[in-house]
């Protein structure tokens, strides 16, 4: 059987918005249409300034529309593991956020008419072996420590063709999927309606540049001069704010069968450490990413092509692991924004005079993490004060 190339989220009829043709003028020019920029564009609405976005491609195309469809709260790595990265407090602060930001989501999906496109099944970090059992054990004291959900699974209550004696689970009951295209097409839908203006194709040639008491960000066509511009893109960070170039692109592999005709997981999944990562789509089909590792060094690359040997492998977990022969019908790959510290980024653009603003690099879990970060950068730029803002790092780490 042949497939699509084509993210699965992305493989529906779109008409898209004409781009950018000469001079566009604007309170804020945002350039980046996925979870981030968008919903930065929604916070700078609210506080009555004129928006105006840009993407390169189509709203949601990006990491936002390539991901796995994942709704989940947290940082990439597991809660006790970001104690000893950053200390308990700051840990803390990080999952109270996301987990705030989750239920904020929830509110304007269902606000805009989108809150069909969200599923809270639950989701479960798998340990597959003895040794990361006991890795998710200590996760679990963590957040109970700290008060927070979650709740231990033995390896022989598993979802039928994961459950093994050596294995554990996690469950997170605020934890889902999400349709990704459709929920942020709607909320840009919902911004257009209210006077944002957003145009697509309009790749943004180099970073946004001071012009005179403001800055002017330059497409292939056109211009938008604004009094302040926000960059919101993932992988693609470094390109447009040279300062960030510790968060560095990679692509992350996707695939998706044809629909089961039955119900194989009953909710998302996490294993190993989250290399792994697979749900049931609401139509039955199963959308899996993973072995990011196994790609090694040619991971690291700004170009959203997808790795044979990786693609393999995911066929073989897909037998394997969850015992499914249904034909793959799309494989595809994202590319998104990894630091070493692991932290998005976000703030001001050094040398730009709090002018250039800047948010990504959320390692791989952007979805809720980057509703953070709008956030954060928002409230800098309206009033110059976050009671968020420390919460990730500068765009110059």
């Not at 506080?47 to 976005?53: D, F, H, W």
């Not at 004696?165 to 911004?191: I, M, Q, T, Y």
């Not at 990786?310 to 066929?315: A, E, F, H, I, Y």
Request: hydrophobic fraction near 45%; include cysteine.
């Amino acid at each position: 059987m042949t497939h699509s190339s084509v993210p699965l989220w992305l493989d529906e009829p779109y008409r898209p918005r004409p781009p950018l043709e000469g001079e566009a003028q604007a309170d804020v020019c945002v350039i980046g249409a996925g979870v981030g920029g968008l919903a930065t564009a929604r916070r700078l609405l609210d506080a009555g300034l004129s928006v105006t976005v840009l993407d390169g491609h189509e709203v949601a195309s990006g990491a936002s529309g390539r991901n796995g469809g994942f709704f989940i709260a947290g940082a990439a790595p597991m809660y006790h593991d970001t104690r000893g990265l950053w200390g308990r407090e700051h840990a803390a602060a990080i999952h109270q956020a996301t987990l705030t930001a989750q239920r904020e989501m929830l509110e304007v999906a269902e606000d805009v008419g989108a809150r069909h496109h969200f599923r809270l099944d639950g989701l479960l970090r798998l340990a597959v072996d003895a040794i990361e059992a006991d890795d998710v054990r200590l996760n679990a004291a963590a957040l109970a420590e700290d008060g927070f959900p979650g709740q231990l699974v033995a390896g022989g209550d598993l979802p039928g063709p994961l459950a093994r004696p050596e294995r554990a689970g996690l469950f997170f009951p605020h934890d889902g999927s999400v349709h990704p295209v459709r929920w942020l097409r709607v909320l840009a839908d919902a911004l257009e309606s209210r006077g944002t203006r957003i145009f697509e194709h309009s790749p943004v040639v180099g970073p946004p540049a001071a012009d005179g008491d403001g800055v002017r960000v330059r497409t292939a066509a056109g211009v938008v001069r604004c009094d302040r511009a926000v960059v919101a893109v993932d992988g693609d960070l470094a390109a447009l704010v040279p300062s960030a170039r510790s968060v560095r692109p990679r692509r992350l592999n996707m695939v998706a069968t044809a629909p089961l005709g039955r119900m194989v997981l009953p909710f998302p999944v996490y294993a190993r450490h989250g290399h792994e990562y697979v749900h049931q789509t609401a139509d039955g089909r199963i959308a899996l990413g993973g072995f990011s590792d196994l790609d090694g060094v040619s991971s690291w690359t700004a170009r959203a092509e997808v790795s044979a040997p990786v693609q393999g492998r995911l066929d073989r977990w897909l037998h394997d692991e969850l015992r499914v022969g249904a034909p793959v019908t799309h494989r595809w790959a994202g590319v998104v924004g990894f630091a070493d510290d692991p932290l998005p980024r976000c703030g001001p653009v050094p040398g730009t005079a709090g002018r250039v603003w800047a948010l990504g690099g959320y390692n791989g879990t952007g979805h809720v993490q980057a509703w953070v970060a709008s956030r954060v950068v928002a409230d800098l730029v309206v009033t110059g004060e976050s009671p968020l803002a420390g919460l990730y790092a500068t765009v110059d780490a």
